[in-house]
């Protein structure tokens, strides 16, 4: 007797909540390429929704969390992946919809003062709302920097390696305190910190600040005991061409902790601009070594 054939089971959707940037709209073309079609939140002000027009999305304010999880719910999403970049807002100026209000509370108003404990709180609060909190990195493997080493064809000479190293003392005690993933240094001098105004504008604001003989570095690493499923330090060209503008001689960036989108374009982009693009674990000695000296 034969038996009826099984119908295939359906790859169930993902759902994405996003911001601006390239990023998302990669980790949504190969949710797509891997059989899941996403479901793309639109955070409002944030990212484009053209650029999410071939797939299920809506637009939203970041204070209405009700109508983004309902949404979401409705479409069986269960997988969520949060990508792309977003100002943090102040409690104040969130106007929570119903829904939202009634998860505030169980964020906490002490979630507010850090990107990586409001981060946290939020992630807590959608795994006991049902979601599974994904990594975009599950998505995009190959753009994660999966080991230290030169980039590019330009290798950082020793000034450059002793403000590196001073970048990550810098950053290792920033990051502690729940500020920034970035940084600025020249000839051992903190030109810029990265807080609430982004990469970009951190740059921007080193360029005016630079001295005169050889020029800075840009470092970009993880906080400690940051949760990697979300804002991961990302890298693209725009990156290369802000940190050339800045006066500054090369980036250094996190292996396995650092996204490089569009990465052989970023890399003919430092090598083009004459920049060092380096990979690093900030943990090894080579970058940790002598810290009482550059504190």
């Known amino acids: 007797m034969m038996r009826p054939k099984a119908e295939p089971m359906e790859t169930p959707p993902l759902g994405m ?6 990023m998302p709209q990669r980790a949504a073309a190969a ?13 409002e002000g944030f990212g484009d929704p053209r650029d999410y027009a071939a797939y299920p999305h809506i637009v939203c304010r970041l204070g209405a969390a009700g109508r983004m999880l309902d949404w979401l719910r409705a479409a ?3 997988d969520l992946v949060l990508a792309g970049q ?3 807002p102040s409690f104040l100026s969130l106007r929570p919809d119903a829904g939202a209000a009634r998860l505030l509370p169980r964020i906490g108003m ?5 990107d990586d404990s409001l981060l946290n709180a939020v992630l807590r609060v959608l795994v006991e709302e049902g979601f599974r909190p994904l990594a975009a990195q599950t998505l995009l493997a190959e753009l994660l920097v999966q080991a230290p080493g030169q980039l590019g064809l330009v290798a950082p000479d020793e000034q450059a390696a002793q403000d590196i190293r001073r970048g990550v003392f810098v950053l290792r005690r920033m990051g502690a305190a729940d500020v920034g993933q ?36 840009f470092v970009k690493i993880l906080k400690p005991g940051q949760d990697r499923r979300v804002d991961l330090p990302t890298i693209g060209p725009d990156t290369i061409r802000a940190v050339a503008e800045a006066g500054l001689r090369g980036l250094a960036i996190e292996a396995k902790g650092t996204i490089v989108i569009d990465r052989a374009e970023t890399v003919a ?5 004459g920049l060092f693009l380096l990979a690093i674990d900030p943990a090894a000695a080579e970058w940790t070594q002598n810290e009482e000296s550059i504190a």
């Open 269 to 273: 982009a430092a090598d083009a601009a």
């Open 31 to 43: 949710a797509l390429a891997a059989g899941r079609r996403p479901h793309v939140v639109v955070l």
């Open 76 to 78: 069986g999403c269960r």
């Open 86 to 88: 977003v100002k943090r």
């Open 110 to 114: 002490k979630a507010f003062g850090g």
């Open 182 to 217: 970035g940084c600025v240094v020249q000839q051992g001098l903190v030109l810029a910190v990265e807080a609430i105004e982004g990469t970009d504008a951190m740059l921007a604001r080193a360029g005016t600040l630079r001295r005169e003989g050889p020029g800075g570095v």
């Open 17 to 22: 909540i996003v911001g601006g940037g390239l």
